[in-house]
């Protein structure tokens, strides 16, 4: 095997094709299809055998190697990119444009720091980075982006970016590597969270209405009913906690409070107010309502509760609208992404990868002393005509 390092890089045209396959919030990470394809130069050697044998030499990677001939390398990074994770490698010789077509396909599961904080109302921004040692390319193009049917999410863009920094070898000169980096912008789809979760929580808080069925002013020696009243706000609060573990097993292990965490908690609030409110009635039944029967039996009692419940339902309708129908933008989500990857936060457990990471000087942010591009600019108006 031919192994080429920083001494040979050799200019590249390169077009990049991808298409997202998967995405697995619980481990956070998301599977892409990934190919690679470079036009270079063929070797002078080749031109006598072209002239005898034609046009479309089809090589394998062994048959290439063997003729100790150029091999484009790239690696995606955060990813546990392996032999096995490549699908398909050829290289084609085109005669009439005397250029060599090396194609690559990877089928790799690629590490990403989600941003919890307005889950399941979120945006994310999806970065595919790789690099080369050994390839020299101003640009490249990203060609055939497929939209696919992904579940719980929408794809709305990318945009993609190139650049070339020193890396931090100790060799006997400065090692000059060439990255590239396609942002995907993804919005999760949150009808399925608020069938299954908001819809449930807020039902069980509204059970509270059956409280109505109490009478407090009967049995009055005794408090009046105001202690069945509590059991049943007890109940549920019970009720609650044991969805709250149910849901844990089926939700991503995140370390903020997010925005299905806190409506949670908002919900034991609500239910801690009921039972409240239940026991300082408790302690004056004949004060509290009236006794009058028909329709004017309208008690202080009757309007408190409803006074809870409507309140709860009112916090219900803002919390969920606001949230589903005024999403972050992305310029916003931008820079928290990359705050993120400067923190370090991302932990590799792979000891492969850490390896990789030391050796080729990989960073999961920016790299230092590239230019920063106007991100607000080029973000919104790629949203506005999806090029996916």
């Not at 089809?58 to 546990?80: A, C, G, I, K, M």
């Not at 109302?121 to 049917?149: H, P, W, Y």
């Not at 190139?162 to 009808?191: C, H, N, P």
């Not at 990857?341 to 792979?350: F, V």
Request: aromatic share 12%; charged share 20%; net charge negative.
């Amino acid at each position: 095997m031919v192994s080429y390092g920083s001494e040979l890089k050799l200019p590249v045209d390169l077009s990049v094709k991808f298409e997202v396959v998967s995405i697995d919030t619980l481990n956070q990470t998301f599977l892409v299809d990934v190919t690679f394809n470079s036009v270079f130069d063929f070797p002078e050697k080749f031109h006598s055998q072209i002239e005898t044998e034609g046009s479309g030499l089809s090589f394998t990677r062994q048959e290439w190697e063997d003729l100790h001939l150029f091999v484009p390398q790239y690696l995606l990074q955060n990813s546990n990119t392996s032999d096995k994770s490549i699908q398909s490698e050829n290289f084609t010789i085109n005669k009439e444009e005397e250029k060599v077509v090396h194609s690559i396909n990877y089928l790799s599961t690629i590490r990403h720091i989600f941003v919890w904080n307005r889950f399941p109302f979120d945006r994310q921004i999806f970065k595919l980075s790789f690099m080369s040692l050994n390839c020299q390319f101003d640009d490249f193009k990203v060609t055939e982006a497929k939209e696919v049917g992904i579940t719980e999410w929408d794809i709305k863009s990318y945009l993609s970016s190139s650049k070339e920094r020193v890396s931090q070898i100790k060799t006997s000169g400065d090692a000059s590597t060439m990255y590239g980096e396609i942002d995907i912008f993804a919005e999760r789809e949150s009808l399925y969270y608020i069938r299954e979760y908001f819809s449930v929580i807020t039902g069980i808080s509204c059970v509270n209405l059956v409280c109505l069925g109490f009478d407090p002013s009967r049995d009055e020696e005794d408090g009046g009913q105001y202690g069945d009243r509590i059991n049943v706000t007890i109940t549920l609060m019970l009720t609650l906690v044991a969805f709250k573990f149910v849901m844990m097993n089926n939700l991503p292990k995140a370390e903020a409070l997010t925005l299905l965490d806190k409506f949670m908690v908002f919900a034991f609030v609500v239910q801690g107010v009921f039972a409240t409110y239940h026991l300082v009635a408790s302690f004056c039944p004949m004060g509290f309502c009236t006794k009058e029967v028909g329709l004017e039996r309208v008690t202080n009692d009757m309007c408190g509760i409803l006074s809870i419940f409507g309140f709860w339902i009112l916090i219900v309708v803002c919390f969920i609208g606001y949230f589903y129908f005024c999403p972050p933008s992305w310029t916003r989500l931008r820079r928290q992404v990359e705050r993120i990857g400067k923190s370090g936060k991302l932990k590799l457990s792979d000891e492969k990868q850490l390896d990789r990471t030391r050796l080729f000087g990989c960073c999961t942010g920016p790299a230092p002393g590239t230019a920063k591009v106007n991100a607000e600019a080029i973000v919104e108006s790629n949203l506005e005509s999806p090029q996916v």
